[in-house]
Nanobody, 124 residues
Framework: QVQLAESGGGLVQAGGSLRLSCVAS????????MGWFRQGPGKEREFVAA????????FYTDSVKGRFTISRDAAENTVYLQMDNLQVEDTAVYYC?????????????????WGQGTQVTVSS
């Protein structure tokens, strides 16, 4: 069993930056994927970024490429999401998630473990 706990959300002006953290308790295996999803007001939860734990290969949705960076600290069982040049449309609850699949998936249903979410609000 793995538990995920996010932190780092908040209120920021457009063009600003935030860094989200997600600490995992329990074992993350080499082929697991750690990812970030978000759910904006009135929207479905959507994929943002993910990485393979062993290979550190990273995947992003198009709308955040060049602005967001996912990274990990394997020793601390922690994954980060550095968000730069934030825009109003990035406003959402951001969730950390863990997939036990051995291949990348952009689908909510592929991720078995979820954090409680952290609010990110970007003002204009």
């Amino acid at each position: 069993q793995v538990q995920l706990a996010e932190s780092g959300g908040g209120l920021v002006q457009a063009g600003g930056s935030l860094r989200l953290s997600c600490v995992a308790s329990g074992t993350i295996y080499a082929n697991d994927f750690m990812g970030w999803f978000r759910q904006g007001p009135g929207k479905e939860r959507e994929f943002v970024a993910a990485l393979n734990w062993r290979l550190n290969k990273k995947f992003y949705t198009d709308s955040v490429k060049g602005r967001f960076t996912i990274s990990r600290d394997a020793a601390e069982n922690t994954v980060y999401l550095q968000m730069d040049n934030l825009q109003v449309e990035d406003t959402a609850v951001y969730y950390c998630a863990l997939s036990k699949s051995s291949y990348i998936s952009y689908q909510v249903g592929s991720y078995a473990y979820w954090g409680q979410g952290t609010q990110v609000t970007v003002s204009s």
